[in-house]
DNA sequence: ACAGGTCAAGGATAC
DNA sequence: GTATCCTTGACCTGT
């Protein structure tokens, strides 16, 4: 069982961050002076990545999420900047690859809100597509065995919803079909929706504790961990679970500083320790440390 | 050095 | 239909 922690290594300070552009100051560039830009913050945010490896080796640390903005302006039409034909940057990644696969360190990342492969907005869905192979693409090089993102929209109802995300996954290339992880979500797709989605069309179920919490099932918990297993079998990698600690409650769906011992050895106890953990809180990496000691 | 405002993308909700 | 919030982090501007 590995825990883990997403992007941000709080422990190295600046050098634990990453860079970013915004469109707005990229519209006022020359095409040069962005490409340059754009090559730049992806060298940097890529370095950042190993730096953070080599952190997390030193302690002990084997799970970790990479940022969505490791190329900036990725998808956009702004981007000038042909970072797959880039024979540096390629080597920073297959340098976090070969690192990563030496100790045992797994990756994975995880698109943002604007993926939303069940919208009745064909623009939207064309969008996410590409957005999902970049990912994609980004785990091939780096090594990470999945992206997870969330089910999205309700319009219509969640019926029609699912019904639209499935389509919509059928667009996705073999590569990226074989990385997508789905989970449940705080306030639409419960567990047992999720796992529904998941089992029609052959995909990991990522269990996300704090969001069942705030949006839980009648059956208990415990009662979906065995199906949440068995959506895991047919890749060769262990569940993963995501955990929270709720700002000022059980439901507060504001994430907490830290993990709480109650909320980690629950999901310990949850998941039978077959799980992954990745900690979602503020602290990141200081989380995960404080249940490293022993 | 620090505080506050701003920023690509979708969706839900309130008016 | 339009405004606003959700929510995080980076960056910029003003003090």
Redesign the pocket.
């Known amino acids: 069982m590995k825990i883990g922690y997403?992007?941000?290594n709080e422990s190295l300070g600046k050098l634990g961050?990453?860079?970013?552009?915004?469109?707005?100051?990229?519209?006022e560039m020359n095409k040069i002076d962005l490409h340059d830009k754009l090559r730049n913050?992806a060298l940097y945010n890529a370095n950042t990545v190993l730096r953070i490896i080599k952190w997390n080796i030193e302690h002990g640390i084997k799970l970790y999420r990479l940022?969505?903005?490791m190329i900036?302006?990725?998808?956009?039409e702004l981007?000038c900047f042909d970072w797959r034909n880039d024979t540096e940057l390629l080597r920073v990644y297959d340098s976090i690859k070969l690192l990563s696969t030496q100790h045992d360190i797994r990756l994975s990342m995880h698109p943002?809100?604007?993926?939303?492969l069940?919208?009745?907005?064909p623009?939207?869905v064309f969008?996410?597509v590409q957005?999902l192979e970049y990912h994609a693409d980004i785990c091939d090089l780096v090594g990470a065995d999945n992206m997870v993102i969330h089910l999205?929209?309700?319009?219509g109802g969640k019926i029609a919803?699912m019904s639209r995300f499935i389509d919509g996954f059928q667009l996705l290339s073999d590569s990226a079909k074989s990385k997508l992880i789905l989970e449940n979500d705080?306030?639409?797709y419960t567990i047992s929706e999720i796992l529904d989605v998941c089992e029609t069309i052959n995909i990991p179920c990522c269990l996300d504790i704090h969001h069942h919490n705030c949006n839980p099932t009648d059956e208990p918990i415990k009662s979906f961990i065995d199906r949440v297993e068995d959506t895991w079998k047919h890749r060769s990698t262990r569940p993963k679970c995501h955990l929270s600690t709720g700002a000022t409650d059980k439901t507060d769906?504001?994430?907490h500083d830290y993990i709480s011992e109650e909320d980690y050895y629950y999901a310990v106890e949850v998941t039978k320790a077959r799980f992954d953990i990745m900690f979602e809180c503020?602290k990141?990496d200081l989380s995960v440390l404080k249940f490293m000691e022993n």
């Open positions: 997403a992007c941000i961050r990453f860079k970013s552009v915004t469109v707005k100051k990229s519209k913050i940022p969505s903005g900036p302006l990725d998808t956009h981007n943002d809100q604007f993926c939303v069940s919208s009745d907005n623009t939207v969008n996410t957005t999205g929209s309700t319009k919803s705080d306030k639409s769906r504001k994430h503020k990141k």
